[in-house]
């Protein structure tokens, strides 16, 4: 069982899927932590809901210079196509990217698809609380990193089944 694997968190800026302001991204490799991503990205328009700045802080004051996310893909592409990535609520984060990649008319990737949402059956933050993992919630970085945990845990409870 390949202990590698790309755990990925997006933040909106409003309702829409295609309005990503903050990506965080880890991959894991053979269970170690290889790489890093905490990015900010001008969504569409710059334009936040104030409901979603209330949730993760982060405003058009911060985006205002930062890249949109057309610019940042090729620099996360490799980390995501043709590799298992893994999402707390995969539902959402990868609605996000796919809806994100049509508004920038950018193919999609190949990939596959892991949630520990649907694993765990349980939120994100009761899960860290449950097993000691530090997290920042909604923070795109400490979500995905959080999430990454969780993942290296499943795939060590695999191992021993």
């Not at 932590?33 to 001008?42: A, D, E, P, T």
């Not at 569409?44 to 058009?60: C, K, L, M, V």
């Not at 043709?82 to 539902?91: E, F, K, R």
């Amino acid at each position: 069982m390949s202990h590698s694997f790309t755990a990925i968190d997006f933040e909106t800026a409003q309702g829409k899927r295609w309005s990503i302001c903050q990506i965080g991204l880890v991959r894991v490799e053979n269970g170690q932590i290889s790489q890093r991503l905490n990015k900010l990205v001008c969504p569409p328009d710059n334009f936040y809901f104030y409901r979603n700045t209330e949730i993760h802080g982060i405003s058009a004051a911060d985006t205002c210079t930062a890249p949109t996310f057309d610019k940042v893909w090729q620099q996360i592409k490799p980390y995501i196509e043709h590799q298992t990535v893994v999402a707390h609520n995969g539902a959402f984060d990868f609605s996000c990217l796919r809806h994100t990649l049509d508004y920038y008319k950018v193919q999609q990737p190949t990939y596959e698809q892991q949630c520990t949402y649907k694993i765990f059956k349980k939120g994100l933050a009761q899960l860290c609380q449950e097993y000691r993992i530090q997290l920042n919630h909604h923070d795109a970085l400490s979500d995905a990193l959080a999430c990454a945990a969780l993942y290296m845990r499943h795939l060590r409870s695999l191992e021993t089944a």
